[in-house]
């Protein structure tokens, strides 16, 4: 029985942070930076299909996202797997350390749920399905 090919995790510009750069070093998982890949004016509608292409689920901090129609749109139209981080109040290093709590529930998410789809991550790392998009 073949295994599943380990989920590729993308940070957006709100997560493409330094810290949270640094603490997923020690991570097995392959990371994508919004940085790297993108210039930092290309839209959501560009670079969520690329992402995607690639086998990527989307990192992100951006609350609203799910209730903006044109965002929606744009996620399900890519096959947008995304995770939005609802740590309210965590920024640097505890945004950080949340991140990387979150990983094995993200990658146990990934296997159960096929893309698109937007969920919330929270500050003890647990996930929630927020809707099939």
Request: aromatic share 10%.
């Amino acid at each position: 029985m073949s295994s599943a090919p380990e989920p590729v995790f993308f940070l957006d510009r709100t997560l493409d942070t330094a810290l949270v750069r640094a603490a997923l070093q020690g991570q097995p998982d392959q990371v994508l930076r919004h940085a790297e890949l993108f210039d930092p004016a290309t839209p959501d509608a560009e670079w969520l299909p690329a992402v995607t292409a690639r086998g990527g689920f989307v990192l992100t901090q951006e609350r609203r996202l799910h209730y903006n129609p044109l965002e929606l749109q744009a996620l399900h139209a890519s096959g947008a797997g995304t995770f939005i981080f609802v740590a309210k109040g965590l920024t640097g290093a505890g945004l950080a350390e949340c991140v990387v709590r979150a990983l094995p529930g993200l990658r146990r998410f990934v296997r159960r749920y096929p893309r698109p789809f937007v969920a919330k991550v929270y500050v003890d790392g647990s996930v929630q399905l927020v809707r099939e998009t």
